[in-house]
């Protein structure tokens, strides 16, 4: 089968010529791993499926890439069979909001780049919404030159340079290898990879993976590219120094600290599921994730979810994930076994992780009384360190009503507090009161066109 032009995804509807209502029998937000594979197996079951996603091509961050050539082997292998498939892919469109009509069915309004609003009804929703990455303040975290570790990987892959530079990447997480080795053979002088995670724990874990050899492979393929940097376990950042931007670090073991110049920092504390679609349609969430039963359905029927926002993972869960959730939003009744078992075998590599890589306690206490801890609303520890919960400090303090609507600061004052990051409301991103006016004319009239007549092929 002779392969699709390398930039398939440009050949979806155009941004600024998305009809204003639409109509579909499966809609999935996010076209990441877990949302392609919805998207595919959904229409290959002769479902009419719309794909919304935020950014120009599909992928999502772990698949972040500017042409088909730019991928590997398996992730092209997706992009092709989504271009083969009959879903409509609808890039630069942002969902602001997402209820159930008068009629049973749901309707997900969203926001096209550059204005204007669009709605779309369908009979089940697939939630594919990511991650984030998880930050916790420490003095200098907000110093120009330190970026999250996906962020860093993120610039990467968009074009941006680093060779020459001296990174340190200081964190935890599997995440932190492949950045490293990406960094070290783009050109960067990889300084120090500082994993808090204690040595009994990662060995631990990397003994566990015996009943997964490709995953030691990829482990030992990346330490390899970087092979010449230290990297050093139970070690974190515990201060940032610079006038204008960061040029150097302090990391410490608990016992001895010590000084390590650098002209950027990549850190982060793992990922958080973004969930606030989820919250917003009715779904339970659990210890950071979205619940679901074994179809992947969420406490809210005709409502699936699928990938990192059930809990994270890695790529091949959120690819096995997103098939049983597109299957069985296009009406099958349980799961394919061999997906079902693959699926519980990943699972317990994900929990696994999750063990290996938790937050330690002195991480949790770097923040100072002076430290900024919501940057969008310039606040700092103290000034909530004594309230009660973040609607106190939403109130007080404006800490989680900037522009990131708590995205950051939330989970980081969920970790140092224990507080609950409260509910989510309409709309999810900041919104042009004129594409929720739009939206809202649309939701009143008449019905969107039936979901049942044969969709655009996505092949011109």
């Known amino acids: 089968m002779t392969s699709p032009p390398e930039s398939f995804a440009w050949r979806s509807t155009p941004t600024d010529s998305v009809p204003a209502s639409l109509a579909a029998d499966v809609v999935v937000v996010g076209a990441g791993p877990a949302g392609i594979a919805a998207a595919v197996r959904a229409a290959d079951a002769g479902q009419r499926v719309i794909l919304l996603d935020e950014s120009p091509n599909a992928g999502g961050q772990i698949w972040r ?80 030159g330190v970026v999250g570790i996906g962020g860093a990987q993120a610039l990467l892959k968009q074009g941006v340079s680093f060779s020459g530079k001296r990174v340190v990447i200081a964190g935890t997480g599997p995440l932190m290898l492949p950045v490293a080795a990406s960094l070290s053979t783009a050109g ?32 030992a393929l990346y330490r390899l590219a970087f092979a010449r940097t230290p990297y050093a376990l139970s070690t974190w950042v515990s201060a940032a120094a610079g006038t ?41 969430v659990a210890a950071e994730r979205t619940v679901v039963n074994e179809r992947q359905e969420t406490t809210v029927s005709g409502v699936f979810a699928a990938g990192e926002m059930t809990g994270v993972g890695g790529v091949g869960l959120s690819l096995v994930e997103g098939e ?26 994900a929990r696994r ?13 770097l923040a100072r009384h002076d430290t900024i801890v919501c940057r969008c609303e310039d606040v700092r520890h103290d000034a909530v360190a004594s309230l009660g919960g973040s609607r106190q400090a939403k109130l007080y303090t404006r800490a989680g009503m900037g522009a990131c609507q708590g995205r950051v600061c939330g989970p980081a004052l969920e970790l140092l507090f224990g507080w609950s990051l409260g509910t989510t409301r309409s709309p999810l991103e900041p919104v042009r009161v004129s594409t929720l006016r739009a939206a809202a004319s649309v939701l009143t009239s008449s019905p969107a066109p039936s979901a049942t007549a044969a969709p655009p092929s996505t092949e011109s």
């Open 353 to 365: 992780l999750e063990r290996t890589f938790v937050v330690r306690p002195e991480i949790r206490s």
């Open 244 to 284: 204008d931007r960061v040029t150097s670090v302090t990391v410490t073991n608990g016992r001895s600290r010590r000084s390590v110049a650098c002209d950027v920092l990549c850190t982060g504390y793992g990922l958080v599921p973004n969930v606030e679609l989820a919250r917003l349609l009715g779904c339970d």
């Open 188 to 219: 960067a002088r990889v300084e120090l990879v500082a994993e808090q995670a204690s040595f009994a724990a990662v060995r631990e874990f990397t003994f566990s993976l015996i009943l997964h050899p490709e995953t030691l492979v990829h482990a």
């Open 65 to 144: 890439h500017r042409t088909r050539e730019t991928l590997d082997a398996d992730a092209r292998r997706w992009v092709d069979r989504l271009a083969r498939s009959r879903t409509e892919v609808h890039h630069g469109v942002a969902v602001v909001d997402a209820m159930r009509d008068a009629g049973g069915a749901f309707a997900i309004v969203a926001e096209r780049h550059g204005g204007g609003a669009v709605v779309v009804r369908a009979r089940a929703v697939v939630m594919a919404t990511g991650a984030r990455e998880r930050f916790l303040p420490f003095p200098g975290w907000t110093l120009p």
């Open 324 to 349: 049983i959730a597109g299957a069985c939003a296009a009406g099958a009744g349980r799961p394919d076994t061999s997906l079902a078992r693959r699926r519980t075998s990943l699972q317990h590599v």
